[in-house]
């Protein structure tokens, strides 16, 4: 897979090193000289452009990449980065980075943002999940879908203890995708049970996150 990241930073150079690893071709984009550190992520390519201009995309060859990371501290670079890998080279995933929470909503599908990294809140919702039995916590949001990725860790009194994950009737628009239990993580089948401590994790519309979370509080 080839993935092009706007902005290469520290942000930047740690999801470079990481697909890398992975064994994904990556190219990281900076327009700061300074910022070009090659010895640091030395088996990434390096371009130093402008990743707001057109010509530098071209350049980039920003049509042959299956993701494009718009990972820079300037949410507005980030914004017009999304919008070009989108809507002029069709780029399959987008994925944003927003630094201020007050201009989340503003990265959604109408600036080609598939899925939108917010890190105050996501460091939130960690320390939520930390602390919070029984109570829904919001990791993360996919814009494109409207969709969250939500969990819940089970407490003993919860009704679903007990019960078969096939045989709970989860709302409409969501779905039970992982069950992380004592270091491991289940794929869910309709005939696993549900555990007092199992940490469930669920992609949900935000429509019916309450509705969820009514099904899982204890009585």
């Known amino acids: 897979m ?12 740690s999801i470079a090193a990481e697909l890398l690893e992975n064994g994904h071709e990556v190219l990281l984009i900076d327009i700061d000289p300074k910022a070009i550190k090659i ?4 088996r990434a390519e390096w371009l130093l452009a402008d990743a707001c201009e057109i010509s530098s995309l071209d350049e980039a ?36 980075r927003i630094n201020h929470p007050s201009n989340e909503w503003l990265f959604n599908e109408s600036w080609g943002v598939d899925v939108a990294v917010s890190t105050p809140r996501l460091l ?8 919070s ?12 879908g409207q969709a969250n990725l939500v969990e819940l860790t089970l407490p003993e009194d919860a ?11 989860w709302p409409t628009d969501s779905a039970l995708v992982a069950i992380l239990r004592e270091g491991r993580v289940l794929v869910p089948s309709a005939d ?12 949900a519309s935000q ?9 899982l509080a204890p009585h």
Do not use: W
């Not at 010895?39 to 030395?42: A, K, S």
């Not at 029984?134 to 996919?142: A, E, H, I, K, S």
């Open 2 to 13: 080839r993935v092009a990241i706007a902005g290469a930073g520290a942000v930047g150079r």
């Open 61 to 96: 060859g920003l049509s042959s990449c299956h993701v494009v990371v718009a990972s820079s501290g300037d949410d507005k670079v980030n914004l017009v980065v999304s919008l070009l890998a989108k809507t002029e080279y069709g780029v399959p995933r987008v994925v944003a």
């Open 192 to 203: 696993d049970p549900l555990e007092a401590g199992d940490e469930l994790l669920f992609v």
């Open 133 to 144: 039995v029984g109570d829904l916590v919001r990791l993360m949001t996919f814009r494109q």
């Open 39 to 42: 010895d640091t992520v030395p």
């Open 207 to 215: 429509e019916v996150e309450e509705e969820l979370g009514q099904l």
């Open 124 to 131: 939130s919702a960690l320390v939520e999940e930390a602390v």
């Open 159 to 169: 009704p679903v203890v007990g019960q078969r994950a096939g045989s709970v009737p």
